[in-house]
């Protein structure tokens, strides 16, 4: 059984430049959360996605938006990159909204030059 | 505004003692506090949680102990092994947001020494 799983696992972009990572769910998860570990720090809450919309939104300005497909599976879009957005994203998902425990997969190495 | 204070920032345990990590937060809404275990390279694994009707949850060497009076929450590892060498994180949620809206703390880079 699959795990989440999130690709690509590291890249590295330049000020002003724009990003998509992607994410699919573990098997039997219909539900998608995104967050932001910046290094040495806990994860931060981005979005949740359930039924293609979003949900809940954490502190993260309009830069950050994000997209879900029938097949659940997720991306996150980073516009107009800054120095400050170098950091872990990490997809979770769950098996419903507002339930379950929470799958994280191994993230998304972002660094921005 | 960091609403889940985690403490120490680090912890050198040696094999076979016992490791405690305790966090405390402050908005009272919360209702679920897992705790996280995280390996380098790897996403956070949930190790275990708790729900603020029970003081203490226990399951293997692993324990929770939650104060609500004093909105404060604990882990206990028994028998710290090398293996359990990692940063572990404490989080909480509200109803409001459900179990996926996390609020995390920074998290305990935990040493268990052979």
């Known amino acids: 059984d699959a795990g989440v799983t999130q690709s690509p696992t590291h890249l590295i972009k330049t000020r002003g430049q724009q990003v998509t990572l992607r994410c699919s769910p573990k098997s039997g998860h219909d539900t998608v959360s995104w967050y932001q570990q910046a290094l040495g720090q806990g994860p931060q809450f981005i979005f949740q996605y359930y039924e293609e919309e979003e949900r809940q939104r954490g502190n993260f300005p309009d830069r950050f938006s994000g997209h879900q497909f029938p097949n659940y599976s997720s991306e996150l879009n980073v516009n107009a990159l800054l120095l400050g957005d170098s950091a872990l994203y990490l997809c979770?998902?769950?098996?419903?909204?507002?339930?379950?425990?929470?799958?994280f997969g191994e993230g998304s190495r972002l660094t921005v030059l | 505004q960091q609403q889940v204070k985690q403490s120490p920032q680090s912890l050198i345990v040696q094999k076979g003692g016992i490791s405690i990590i305790n966090c405390a937060y402050e908005n009272t809404a919360f209702d679920y506090f897992p705790w996280y275990q995280q390996f380098p390279g790897k996403g956070p694994a949930l190790l275990i949680a708790?729900?603020?009707?029970?003081s203490e949850k226990k399951e293997g060497r692993f324990t929770i102990s939650f104060n609500k009076s004093a909105k404060q929450f604990s882990l206990h590892i028994m028998d710290s092994q090398p293996g359990d060498s990692a940063t572990y994180f404490c989080?909480?949620?509200?109803?409001?947001?459900?179990?996926?809206?996390?609020?995390f703390g920074k998290g305990t880079k935990l040493t268990v020494n052979p």
């Open positions: 989080a909480a949620s509200s109803p409001q947001g459900g179990s996926e809206k996390l609020v």
């Open positions: 979770a998902s769950s098996p419903t909204l507002r339930g379950g425990e929470l799958f």
């Open positions: 708790i729900r603020p009707d029970v």
